[in-house]
């Protein structure tokens, strides 16, 4: 990265500067100071201008560059002129390298690591931070029914809240769910899937989540709607699942396992499932191994890992499930995405008002951020379908999951042709 | 398991016997000695017994079971009363154990992963040794087009030739083939998916594969059917592709790869792709690591290793390769190896003045093996559609494969709603 100096600025900020550049790698971002200053990348046309406006906030920013590029942007010390979604998707793509002080990052990682473990006790912790800030804060951007996973829009210009049903609908075509079958959701959010199940498709449902807002939230609608003798919500961690069910789902919740308790939570899916069971995990996941952002796991989602594909498939392995069916929709998540952002800043006052204007800018950099990583494919969303590894009553093609509703399933059991 | 013997036997051939059953696991299945001794585990009823004509067919199955049970039952030491696929489903299911001869076993392993190591060479040789007996072999019990992977019946009730156009016709629909694109295919066999792209999707296709007969066979096809100026056949390894595609297809080499290339075949498929690039790979896989038997190595597949799904991500998260669609087709395997079996039945006669009587029996298990292995889950059949990390021209839904052919595409282009 060259500079273009537009105003007298010290050697030091200079150097400093510079070495910011290097950390964000060739994407196509100018870099401006408090003093007017301004750095950028030669020949290209910047698609923003990030402005430090301290230099404490620069020196942060070359110790822990992810980490304190949220800190200040949430703080007001940084500011992004330009769209900041772009900007996000232009470094994602530009892969951000290794941020140059290596031992505080370890140091960090190490401490973060600790201290957001997610044992029993620190999972409920680690939902609490998240999920219990108020329903009323995220019925202000979220669907009707609340809705807080990628939904699937069968067109890009369908509404949001028919793509959650539309997905909620994929979920449970691609589940079989028959009338009468027993299911168990691990996760289940303020209730809304589990009460479609047991609304749309017959199905008897229990469903499990730490989160006390939520399952408050989800028992008073299943009483309202009447199906408190369908649908049993139960406070309480994935670990403690009991039973044997027809069916298993679990839909954004794995992101809040933590890699090292896969193992785990496969052992859950095993001992719930029985033998002509079905699976389904529905997931944020990487195309590679990588940590969730410092700040991401500090202000976002404590404890929270996104997978590779390939390590989600680990927890499936150990007890021999066979994988049916994978389905990536990231470009999906990042649409969803861009409808609650856009509903988020229609309400930026009232939400000031709720929890000031540093929260207000630190919810826009997780959302941004997440449609940038979707957009870049810097992360993934995974649907995969499961079963035992020597069930034949396995669905035969996929048309189950297209066919339309009202249309009869036709007779293609499969019998040995010998 | 306990023994019922029915006849006068020696203290010695019980206790071998014994020491046999044990290793088969609790598999329902008879064992019985040339002198008419039986043993039968308690309580089941058996679904076949093998009857072991002489004490040094015994003797090797205590050293190597699943090598000599095949060598036996090729030579006719060993025979089987009853359904031969159901005994094998049914030892499969039971889990085989661990071979008593630990150092015997190590040592063919060591010695079979050497002489038969996939370098290019080896690989020729390898290949050569299954793919090149002679197409008029093939020609007995595959479809007219000699499609030699597995086949998709829409209905189980499909034709054999109908599947495999069925087949073709998934493949070339996840690989969103459009006219004029051009595709590169590593390992073609005879050639009927690269003249199926070329005549009915208009793709200009450069197919690889390292067997002499199949090559010369696909040639003599493509002239024949006018398609020489859109299809090339290059005798070659699939570490020589050369040049950029818009797509990459792999249909049932994968298994010939082994796991120590992935490396060198996700470089490759790296380096033939475009940016915009679409990929595609088809394989026999299992629900977790384990060697392919040393018997179906020793004589039919030299080098073979089928991967666990997760083990064949690898080749695609070390080049950021975005997963986008994987369908398991496990039964259909089943099903296009059943119709293989029917007509191979039909034709042993020719066959054993072919290759003899003893040829006729190891190719019998072979197939039998292989549908009794889809059968009980011991193997998987994976298709993976796959696309460059940050391609946001990948499909929206999975339309494009279920869309009637003459059905328009829809317009459902992605555009960020922001």
């Not at 105003?7 to 964000?24: E, F, H, P, Q, Y």
């Not at 309202?224 to 919740?253: C, Q, T």
Request: overall charge positive.
């Amino acid at each position: 990265m060259s500079h273009r100096t537009t105003s007298a600025t010290s050697r030091l900020d200079r150097s400093l500067t510079s070495r910011l550049s290097s950390a964000i790698g060739s994407a196509p971002v100018r870099l401006a100071l408090w003093d007017g200053s301004e750095y950028c990348p030669n020949g290209v046309v910047p698609v923003g201008t990030v402005l430090i406006k301290k230099r404490s906030a620069l020196l942060k920013l070359l110790l822990a560059p992810e980490l304190y590029f949220g800190e200040g942007y949430s703080a007001g010390d940084i500011e992004v002129e330009g769209n900041l979604i772009e900007m996000l998707d232009a470094i994602y793509r530009a892969g951000a390298r290794q941020p140059r002080s290596r031992w505080f990052h370890v140091f960090l990682e190490r401490w973060l690591t600790w201290v957001q473990a997610n044992s029993l006790g620190g999972s409920r912790r680690n939902i609490h931070h998240h999920y219990d800030i108020g329903t009323s804060f995220y019925q202000l951007w979220l669907d009707p029914q609340l809705v807080y996973t990628c939904a699937y829009f069968k067109n890009p210009n369908d509404t949001l809240e028919n793509a959650q049903i539309a997905k909620m609908d994929h979920v449970c075509r691609k589940l079989c769910l028959q009338p009468g079958v027993s299911v168990v959701e691990a996760g289940c959010g303020w209730g809304a899937l589990a009460l479609h199940m047991a609304k749309h498709y017959g199905a008897v449902v229990r469903a499990f989540n730490i989160s006390r807002d939520q399952i408050s939230y989800a028992r008073r609608r299943a009483e309202l709607e009447g199906l408190g003798s369908r649908v049993e919500f139960i406070e309480d961690d994935y670990r403690n699942l009991i039973g044997k069910h027809d069916a298993f789902v679990s839909v954004g919740m794995l992101e809040h396992v933590g890699l090292n308790r896969y193992k785990d939570f496969g052992a859950v899916i095993h001992r719930c499932l029985t033998k002509r069971g079905r699976g389904f995990i529905h997931f944020i996941g990487r195309n590679r191994p990588k940590m969730l952002s410092l700040w991401t796991r500090l202000r976002i989602f404590p404890g929270g890992y996104v997978p590779a594909l390939r390590q989600a498939l680990g927890l499936l392995e150990e007890w021999d499930f066979s994988v049916l069916d994978v389905e990536n929709l990231r470009l999906h998540y990042a649409q969803t995405l861009q409808h609650w952002l856009q509903r988020y800043e229609c309400s930026r006052e009232k939400i000031s008002e709720m929890f000031g204007p540093e929260f207000v800018r630190m919810w826009r950099l997780y959302l941004t951020g997440s449609i940038a990583a979707f957009r870049s494919g810097s992360m993934q969303l995974f649907q995969i379908a499961f079963a035992r590894g020597s069930d034949n009553t396995i669905p035969w093609t996929r048309d189950h999951i297209y066919r339309p509703l009202d249309e009869k399933e036709p007779e293609t059991k499969w019998i040995p042709a010998m």
